[in-house]
């Protein structure tokens, strides 16, 4: 029996306090694309309650155009399951192709009309030949969670609307692959720190979802890139897999976001050498970066020194496997807290288990090593948090809205920092980088000082 195998027969059938939406979110992917939109081919429950997840509740991000409450949805009904939804769909695409002004419209199929066939492909197809920019993804609730919808949307608008490709390769360009979009609250504004880093650091980046996306035009700039950077544990590996098959592309796969001077200017030498490009532009960068970073921490030093006695020094966490580990470097390695519990809550792929699993033991921080726990049940997480005894003054507790009681009880602090969020109102936030490190410090010891 393979690893993968005997990981899904251990899920539970029922699962509380879920920390993720089921794939037919991907239309929140649509929506981060200037100019896409999504039509969901699916239920009004299904639509409404995967934006409510991923938008309204995490951290009330919402999403304007053909995104939220205004996003073209079919609607199934139980006469669509009796009698086929194909019609339905059809009307709905007409309707949509007159009513929106898009550069590229998405159909996302759920489980109803998956599960009665519905002949999508073909009723896209058909609209395709006739010249409109239309494609579509299967993403049924009932393979795989919104971070899997997400990659099969990637793949479609890829192989659907960027299509072949025999031209040249561009040097120092680079197309980005991070976060999924609207499933961390921080996304907006961890994409453009990332994106400033690299640009920073002398490359073209090619940015595909969030504020800096131009457009559909980034879409087809894609196989024009020197390689593809996946900055996540595993979320966009799939799709990078598929680049290199494509067009011959390949790319580079970090797992570790970079929070910190540290590991930010560690992040850039390894993509400026992976680009071979010049360095002297990427070094002059780190520097000047380094010296602001640490102008702004040795004033925070006479804070610290100050207060220490009220500071924590143990944390636990959940959250998806990339800021998990994103995080829990930076707490325990540029910081010095000591991580009791880590809950990676993503439905992370078997197949990448036992690398991050690895990481946690061997690479957070010299002599720190502690075991992850990978659980989606919020009944299992917060008894996994409820076990922890921290011993060292205050703790903190990092994770999403559902363990907010738990640290009432533990009289912890706490912060959001993954979905569901329904405490925070976020406009414009990065944690990761150099800039984003200095908020996250700004949080952490802001809820110490306010006793939150």
């Not at 726990?373 to 703790?395: C, N, R, T, W």
Request: some cysteine; glycine content about 8%; aromatic content about 12%.
């Amino acid at each position: 029996m393979s690893e993968e195998t005997k990981q899904i027969k251990k899920k539970p059938t029922v699962i509380s306090n879920v920390r993720y939406a089921c794939a037919v979110g991907a239309t929140n992917t649509v929506v981060a694309i200037k100019g896409a939109v999504p039509i969901a081919n699916c239920s009004p429950g299904c639509q409404l309650k995967t934006t409510a997840m991923l938008t309204f509740e995490n951290a009330f991000q919402g999403s304007i155009a053909a995104g939220g409450g205004n996003m073209p949805s079919a609607n199934a009904t139980e006469n669509d399951v009796v009698f086929g939804g194909i019609k339905t769909l059809d009307n709905l695409i007409k309707s949509t192709l007159k009513i929106y002004e898009g550069d590229l419209f998405v159909v996302l199929t759920g489980c109803t009309g998956e599960l009665i066939g519905d002949n999508v492909p073909d009723l896209v197809r058909s609209y395709q030949e006739a010249g409109y920019p239309i494609v579509y993804a299967n993403t049924p609730g009932f393979k795989g969670n919104n971070l899997f919808g997400h990659e099969e949307v990637v793949n479609a608008i890829i192989d659907q609307f960027v299509g072949p490709y025999k031209g040249e390769k561009k040097k120092g360009l680079v197309n980005l692959w991070f976060e999924t979009p609207y499933y961390n609250q921080n996304w907006r504004g961890d994409y453009q720190e990332l994106a400033r880093i690299l640009r920073g650091a002398g490359l073209e980046v090619n940015v595909l979802f969030g504020p800096e996306n131009p457009g559909v035009e980034a879409w087809k700039k894609i196989p024009q890139a020197q390689f593809n950077l996946v900055v996540s544990p595993w979320v966009g590996v799939r799709n990078a897999e598929h680049l290199q098959k494509k067009y011959d592309q390949p790319f580079l796969h970090i797992p570790e976001i970079p929070v910190g001077e540290e590991a930010t200017a560690k992040f850039i030498r390894q993509v400026v050498e992976y680009a071979g490009i010049d360095k002297a532009q990427s070094e002059e960068f780190i520097k000047q970066e380094a010296e602001i970073y640490y102008y702004y921490l040795e004033h925070f030093s006479e804070f610290f020194a100050e207060y220490w006695y009220g500071m924590p020094s143990e944390f636990a966490i959940t959250a998806d496997a990339a800021y998990a580990l994103a995080y829990s470097k930076f707490l325990a390695d540029q910081i010095g807290l000591i991580p009791k519990r880590v809950v990676i809550t993503d439905d992370t792929p078997a197949k990448f288990r036992p690398a991050i699993t690895e990481y946690f033991k061997n690479n957070i921080s010299e002599g720190v090593s502690i075991d992850v726990d990978f659980e989606e049940d919020g009944h299992e997480v917060i008894k996994l948090i409820e076990s922890v005894e921290f011993k060292a003054g205050k703790p903190l507790i990092l994770g999403t809205s559902w363990e907010l009681n738990l640290s009432n009880e533990k009289e912890a602090l706490f912060f959001e920092i993954s979905t569901p969020s329904s405490e925070t109102l976020v406009v414009n936030r990065s944690h990761i980088g150099y800039r984003g490190a200095l908020q996250f410090l700004e949080r952490i010891y802001s809820a110490s000082v306010g006793g939150k």
